[in-house]
Nanobody, 124 residues
């Protein structure tokens, strides 16, 4: 069973940068899809970025494209966030699922493993 643990959240000024990390365990082999979702207070969880490990393809929500970068190194996933805005604030969740396809999705229903979340606060 895939297990995910995030870290790296914190308080940053508008325009600043943060890098979130997600350590994955429980997968001994095979491909998977990795993603990041965020949830602002009173809002639903929205997909931010995803990555398919089979071919390295990525997908971003339009609100973060060009500012955020998803990547992974072995069993650790990352979300590099630059030019942060107050609207980027929220709890960020790392998500994953076994998957060998060549495209990923920003749909929460497609992921069956979720981390505990890490808080990102952006001051204006």
């Amino acid at each position: 069973q895939l297990q995910l643990v995030e870290s790296g959240g914190g308080l940053v000024q508008s325009g600043g940068s943060l890098r979130l990390s997600c350590v994955a365990s429980g997968l001994t082999s095979g491909y998977y899809a990795l993603g990041w979702f965020r949830q602002a207070p009173g809002e639903e969880r929205d997909g931010v970025a995803c990555l398919s490990t089979s071919d390295g393809s990525t997908k971003y929500d339009g609100s973060v494209e060009g500012r955020f970068t998803i990547s992974r190194d072995k069993s650790t996933g990352y979300l590099e966030m630059n030019a942060l805005e107050p609207d980027d604030a929220g709890v960020y969740y790392c998500v994953g699922t076994r998957y060998s396809g060549n495209a990923c999705w920003l749909s929460s229903a497609r992921f069956d493993a979720w981390g505990q979340g890490t808080q990102v606060t952006v001051s204006s």
